[in-house]
């Protein structure tokens, strides 16, 4: 029933996943989602506001995230204009409570210094609240120090170093050579900020566990406070670029990968964190995770309290309450809706009532490994879990039956959350599927974290 570690399957950054998200959810629904958000805003703990440049300027073949290469800086400046206007179209709803941004792509670093002003200066006009945040994630390639004491001086205090792996060979095989040297001469103005975060990828063409292993060590000589560590995915369907990859070099040791990975950082002192966060012990976000206050987001762990975010730019996610929605991909519909003063909206999903309980579960078994199901709720899937000890501990109390997930069973997290997941089962290839389908809902549908 649980699957190899690398099956494929749901990263759940959202439940329900991306893939059940509709396109008859437009403006006009996220309008009514965001209203209803603001009017009941007063009870959490403000919103976390993503924002998306699209521009590279290089393509890096490893990369599946939605880029447009291109240096042509009146091009960048027609896009930030109509950022900016979308930005602008916010304040319709009044002022709002923004404790965290979080500027993505992309690379929001390619963005000059002038134009990253102009962004920041209206980010800043839509909230008159205190940050907790404001984080920022970097091309090493595309920056001096110079440009990290601006970004210091506006505000940003948290930096992310596209690193992905520290060889030559594998540099080369994905068009992105940086030499250590390259991050270790950007880091001696690290003390402007409150954190660096480091994102390495496992599973890169050329890649072996001699070659990772030195990545690893080089990363923790260079001591940055996160690392995001995350697997290569393949997919020359999507993104005709990796094809450029040749697959016979693709590592085939992943498993093996990921549990060095994990061996090496958690012995040289970093809080494992969710999936697949590393942070040092006195790191917010390591806080977060010894007193259970993680969130999850589509950017991955963060510490709490704020759980709500919106997004700003093609391609952005936002979530509020019982909603999802997405931005568009095509420049051109983004600016059509941003001119007509309009969300750009895509695609999105409203919870049912049903997706409550199941969304609970498998966001307190990703940030907490663990969670507690009412005495009777969920007795199918706790059937199936007590088939292996060694990864779940099921305790009965008076009332609930708490899941707790060991050590071991943290690498197979993902397929564990997949039990509660009553909406990508196939009930012909799977038992549990059939039970969970049909069984009555026990647990209260209206839980609080709705």
Known sequence: MLNDFNAPGHWYTSFPSLNHWTEDFGHTKYAEAFKDYIQNAKWDGGLHLYVHIPFCKKLCTYCLCNVIISNDRAKIQHFLDHLLKEADNLKAYGKLNIKEIHLGGGTPSHLDQNQLTQLMEKLNSLSDSKRDETAMEIDPRTVTQEDLRHYASLGIDRISFGVQDFDLKVQEAINRVQPPEMIEHLLEVRHLFKGVNFDL???????????????????????????????YCHAPEVRKHMRLI????????????????????????????????????????????????????????????????????????S????????AHYDLNKYYEAVNKGEFPILRGVELEDGDISPRRHIFDLLCNQETDITIGGWQDVINELRKYPDLVEIRRGSSVQTIQVTEKGRYYLRNICKLFDERDVAPEHNKIAQLTITRKKIENPAYQSA
């Open 201 to 231: 990828l496992y599973g890169l063409p050329l890649q072996t566990m001699a070659t990772f292993t030195d990545t690893l060590d080089k990363t923790i000589k260079m001591r940055p406070e996160r690392v995001t560590l995350l697997k």
């Open 246 to 317: 040749n697959v016979t070099d693709l590592p085939t040791n992943l498993e093996q990968m990921f549990r060095i990975a994990v061996e090496t950082l958690t012995e040289a002192g970093y809080i494992w964190v969710g999936l697949d966060h590393f942070a040092v012990r006195t790191d917010s976000l390591a806080v977060a995770h010894q007193e259970k206050t993680l969130v999850r987001t589509f950017n991955g762990f963060k510490p709490g309290p704020t759980k709500y975010m919106i997004g700003l730019g093609p391609t952005s996610t």
């Open 319 to 326: 979530a509020l309450r019982r909603h999802y929605a997405q």
